[in-house]
């Protein structure tokens, strides 16, 4: 069975203090492996794709990274305005095929 | 241009009431989905669709239809609802590649009573 595990659970961060998240997967036949940021109240929104391990994308403060086995959100000197939970989810060719497999996020918490 | 847009937005229901949740999406999107998300457990899917007509069982199908008449609309009903099935209801479309992203509404929260 297609699993999406995130750690850790909250991350209390300083402005400025760079940190990592974590989402390891197990999905057969990845497709692709996307990042979402949540704030309160609203839906997800949509950050990166990843396609392969050894890929890379960048978007401001954020780089998201992939491996074969797990992927990282490396967010570098936030400001408070990345306060927000950051979901990952993963689409595979078996169990996951045709949706979106998600981890239950992590809720970053970024103080000034 | 909306997007994936979810009708209502807050709804309270006794339990045994029923009630469907609408969603439209205007981007042409094959795909669409019906998460529910509670604390801790993040989305969970309830059913999708893979087109016009089509429908399948997600994760957590109990207690829930759903019908795709048309292609840009995905309706989610609740014939009886239980108190368990308090929580926010996500809807989400996508091209229907599978390494092309979902977009999602802003979410219905409903309590059931």
């Known amino acids: 069975e297609d699993q999406v595990t995130q750690s850790p659970e909250a991350l209390r961060l300083q402005e400025g203090e760079s940190s990592s998240l974590n989402c390891s997967y197990t999905v057969s036949g990845l497709r692709g492996l996307f990042w979402y940021r949540q704030d309160p109240g609203k839906g997800p929104e949509f950050l990166f794709t990843l396609y392969s391990a050894g890929e890379e994308k960048e978007k401001e403060r954020l780089k998201a990274t992939l491996t074969k086995k797990e992927s990282f959100l490396h967010i570098t000197a936030p400001k408070p305005e990345d306060s927000a939970t950051y979901l990952c989810a993963g689409t595979g060719t078996t169990d996951s095929w045709g949706k979106f497999q998600f981890g239950a996020g992590t809720q970053v918490v970024v103080t000034p | 241009n909306a997007g994936v847009t979810q009708t209502p937005k807050f709804r309270v229901l006794k339990t045994g009431q029923s009630m469907t949740l609408l969603c439209a999406q205007d981007?042409?999107?094959?795909?669409m989905y019906w998460y529910r998300q509670d604390p801790g457990m993040g989305l969970r899917l309830i059913h999708y669709?893979?087109?016009?007509?089509?429908?399948a069982k997600g994760e957590v199908p109990d207690g829930y239809n759903v019908s795709r008449l048309k292609k840009q609309n995905f309706l989610l009903g609740l014939e009886s609802a239980a108190p368990s099935q308090t929580s926010v209801y996500f809807c989400?479309?996508?091209?229907?590649?599978?390494?092309?992203?979902?977009?999602f509404g802003q979410g219905t929260r409903l309590t059931v009573v």
């Open positions: 669709s893979v087109g016009e007509g089509t429908t």
């Open positions: 989400a479309s996508s091209e229907g590649h599978q390494n092309t992203e979902a977009f």
């Open positions: 981007m042409n999107h094959e795909y």
